[in-house]
């Protein structure tokens, strides 16, 4: 079976891609507020999926991950800033939501939204201009890091390190920097299997799995699998 931790590079991997992307969401939100983008995964139920995910695991005192509505969280890549929106709407009002993108026009186009469509949420979310793989970028320690389709995004960039290490290799070092110990690192992946998720988010040695989101299981060809998973992990 092909190994889809070796990627190949694609368009969907470079930054003017996601920056004409959200220049042209952002054109469309001006011309009719109503439209605030794509929303990524959607045929999957993925973001509702993770928002009850979250919602069902709070103060879970028979766990060792600790969270609560008041729970401070980052979107890795969060383009439109959605999930936040949407995490919000279903209640994490006191705490602190910082999403993060590499793309400028991403950034523009969320504050767009938060300032006409989310006033109310202007004391709870932010978003900031981060790639994340830069070594100085520090945002500090937060309970909840999300990624919904960053991490297949990044993969697909095809980008090495001078010590030859690819991105998705050094990928779980940037999540240890800024998850808090026993926080929850939830992430939903269409170009990873779960098992290779696993595999990758696991491999320093410093995050383990901690529970799975289940979704519908297609067969092809004597074949099973999911076309997209989540998965939550905590720290060792
Ligand atoms: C497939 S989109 C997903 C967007 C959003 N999470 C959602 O669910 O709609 C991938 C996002 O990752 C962002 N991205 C890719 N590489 C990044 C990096 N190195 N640092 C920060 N953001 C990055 C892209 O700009 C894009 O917004």
């Known amino acids: ?20 992307f ?84 991403s950034v523009l186009f969320s504050k767009d939204i938060l300032e006409e469509v989310y006033k109310d949420a202007k004391d709870t979310i932010d978003f900031k201009h981060a790639d994340i793989f830069n070594d100085s970028w520090n945002p500090g320690q937060f309970d909840i890091v999300l990624d919904k389709g960053t991490l297949d995004a990044i993969a697909l960039s095809g980008l090495t390190f ?29 170009n990873f299997t779960e098992q290779e998720l696993i595999k990758t988010i696991e491999k320093s040695g410093h995050l383990k799995l901690w529970k799975t989101i289940k979704y519908p299981v297609f067969e092809f060809g004597g074949i099973k699998g999911s076309t997209i998973c989540t998965c939550a992990f905590t720290t060792v």
């Open 22 to 105: 959200y220049n042209k969401e952002k054109e469309n939100f001006n011309e009719n507020p109503d439209d605030t983008g794509e929303c990524w995964f959607n045929d999957s139920d993925a973001e509702e999926k993770m928002i009850d995910f979250l919602m069902n695991n709070l103060n879970d005192t028979t766990s060792s991950v600790l969270i609560n509505e008041k729970s401070t969280m980052i979107d890795l890549g969060t383009g439109n800033g959605h999930l936040l929106f949407q995490l919000w709407e279903e209640g994490f009002k006191q705490n602190k939501m910082l999403g993060v993108d590499y793309s400028e026009q």
């Open 162 to 190: 001078s010590n030859n290490q690819t991105v998705v290799d050094v990928y779980p070092n940037v999540i240890e920097k800024i998850l808090k110990p026993n926080g929850c690192f939830l992430i939903t992946s269409c």
């Open 1 to 20: 079976m092909e190994d889809t931790t070796k990627l190949n590079k694609s368009k969907l991997g470079t930054k003017q891609y996601w920056d004409d």
